[in-house]
Nanobody, 127 residues
Framework: QVQLVESGGASVQAGGSLRLACVASGYTSSSPCMGWFRQAPEKEREWVARIKRGDGSAVYSDSVKGRFTLTEDNARNTVYLQMNSLKPDDTAMYYC????????????????????WGQGTHVTVSS
């Protein structure tokens, strides 16, 4: 069973940067899709970015494209989310998730396609 632990959340000012990390342990080969999601108070969980482990090619939501970068370090079973040019709208609890590939071999952006979640790490961006 895969377990995920996020870290790196903090309070920063607008325009600043943070790097979140998600360390995966357990039978990770069964869950090659890794995604980052976020949830602000009283809002639905929002997909941020995803990657198929070993693929090296990340996909981003329009709201973070050009500012966030998802990378993987397979030797450490870790995925990172580098967040630059942060805005107050980026304030949320950030979650790492793992899940299987879907038919066709691709990873989904839907939260219900991921079966393992970390506990979350909080990011606050002040103006």
């Amino acid at each position: 069973q895969v377990q995920l632990v996020e870290s790196g959340g903090a309070s920063v000012q607008a325009g600043g940067s943070l790097r979140l990390a998600c360390v995966a342990s357990g039978y990770t080969s069964s869950s090659p899709c890794m995604g980052w999601f976020r949830q602000a108070p009283e809002k639905e969980r929002e997909w941020v970015a995803r990657i198929k482990r070993g693929d090296g090619s990340a996909v981003y939501s329009d709201s973070v494209k050009g500012r966030f970068t998802l990378t993987e370090d397979n030797a450490r079973n870790t995925v990172y989310l580098q967040m630059n040019s942060l805005k107050p709208d980026d304030t949320a609890m950030y979650y790492c998730a793992a899940g299987p590939v879907l038919w066709g071999g691709y990873c989904s952006s839907r939260p219900d396609s991921y079966d393992t979640w970390g506990q979350g790490t909080h990011v606050t961006v002040s103006s």
